[in-house]
């Protein structure tokens, strides 16, 4: 019996699996859908960005005014001591003052500001990034376990059809009673690697679950083409969320330079006040300026300059490590692929091909009595694990692929 894998692979895998069709499949492309809409992380996010919107609106604002009431050369000592009415001078007071931070200062709040926007939006699409990766990925991992267990039903089937061989043997007296035993020996650790892929199986389904938020998701369609295009990938590199968010980190410290440089500028403060005194007097009013001094600079405000000008230019030396070990991390994942890719041409044209044949020639051996049973049942084994790990190998260009494509692709909109 010849084992093929590709004709009833999607059936096998219905009838192997008991909690298919409970819930609607999803194709590969619904699944980055779904959990772009539903993830919980991405609606964090997007709340981290509306604050920063809102927060925004208020950076370059003025400061509320403040209202002042106060009582006015009220006597302490003398004869007029403790009393409201006795002093001439003594007199209740209203009054209000603003206070006027320098448009230096005012502008670098807003450029914050801006730049606090800018590291919230940056974080948002790398976190969409990772939702849709992860996605992909236990997508990948659902799609080929459920291959992969097909593949190991298939193997139960062809040993079913030996074990009839078997019994047709001892009852004729060709073969021996112990070797009634072998198909189930096999059968068994069958099972065990059944009961791994099962579990494979549920994990992936739980990762899928995680982000689309289906409570039992089921995958349908072909997983996307394993092809990348290294030269594209390369030069779409500055537009990676993970260097995007350097780039917004770098202008956040743009920003807290330029309000460190801002306290250099003086702000000012205008008062008004006025005073109710006995009516035959007459009541005061008054105005004042407030102007600060920063008159130790040196001391003061150049540290904090220096500071904050040290950790832009830390900013700017960590985005350029990042996009060194982006560059390093592309080239390493490719060359991964590349040789997934040839681990995969290699089962698929050699490694199956010679394990079908051997195993198509130890049956028909062993049918015509010149070779054990065991021998043939090692020969479906070695055919079936070939196929299995051809299935591996073809999981191992897929993920490649996803992840190449997910991790240093165009930003999506």
Do not use: C
């Not at 001078?89 to 800018?118: D, W």
């Not at 091909?353 to 049918?367: G, H």
Request: proline share 6%; glycine share 6%.
């Amino acid at each position: 019996m010849r084992l093929s894998l590709y004709p009833v692979l999607l059936g096998t895998a219905l009838v192997v699996l008991p909690s298919a069709g409970l819930a609607d499949p999803i194709s590969y492309a619904e699944a980055l859908e779904r959990a772009a809409a539903n993830a919980p992380s991405l609606k964090a996010r997007a709340a981290s960005t509306d604050a920063a919107r809102s927060s925004a609106i208020a950076a370059d604002r003025l400061p509320d005014p403040t209202l002042d009431f106060g009582i006015r050369d009220f006597p302490v000592t003398g004869p007029n001591a403790g009393s409201f009415t006795r002093d001439d001078f003594t007199m209740p007071t209203i009054g209000f003052s603003q206070q006027f931070p320098n448009l230096a200062k005012r502008h670098a709040r807003a450029a914050r500001a801006t730049a606090e926007i800018g590291v919230a939006e940056a974080g948002e699409r790398v976190e969409a990034r990772n939702v849709r990766l992860e996605t992909a990925l236990a997508w990948i991992d659902l799609y080929y376990g459920e291959r992969r267990l097909a593949q190991l039903g298939l193997l139960e089937t062809s040993l079913g059809d030996l074990q009839k061989t078997v019994t047709a043997r001892l009852a004729s007296g060709s073969a021996r009673p112990s070797q009634a035993l072998e198909p189930e020996q096999l059968r068994a650790a069958v099972a065990d690697r059944r009961a791994e892929m099962v579990a494979v199986i549920a994990q992936a389904r739980a990762r899928l679950a995680r982000y689309t938020g289906d409570p039992d998701p089921q995958v349908m369609g072909d997983p996307p083409a394993p092809e990348v295009d290294p030269d594209r990938l390369r030069a779409g590199l500055d537009t990676l969320p993970a260097l995007r968010a350097f780039d917004a980190g770098i202008a956040a410290a743009d920003a807290d330079v330029r309000m460190a440089r801002a306290d250099k500028r003086p702000d000012w403060r205008v008062g008004v006040s006025y005073g109710r005194r006995d009516p035959a007097f007459g009541d005061l009013a008054s105005v004042g300026v407030s102007v600060d001094l920063p008159l130790f600079a040196g001391r003061r405000q150049n540290p904090k300059i220096d500071a904050s000008a040290s950790q832009a230019q830390r900013a700017r030396f960590d985005r350029e490590a990042g996009r060194r070990e982006l560059v390093a991390a592309l080239d390493a994942d490719l060359a991964d692929h590349a040789m997934h890719h040839e681990r995969l041409r290699n089962a698929r044209e050699t490694l199956v091909p010679l394990a079908q044949r051997r195993a198509e020639l130890d049956r028909d051996s062993y049918a015509g009595g010149k070779t054990d049973l065991g021998t043939a049942l090692l020969s479906t084994l070695a055919l079936a694990e070939a196929e299995v790990e051809m299935l591996n190998r073809e999981a191992e260009v897929a993920r490649d692929a996803v992840r190449i494509a997910i991790t240093y692709g165009e930003e999506r909109p």
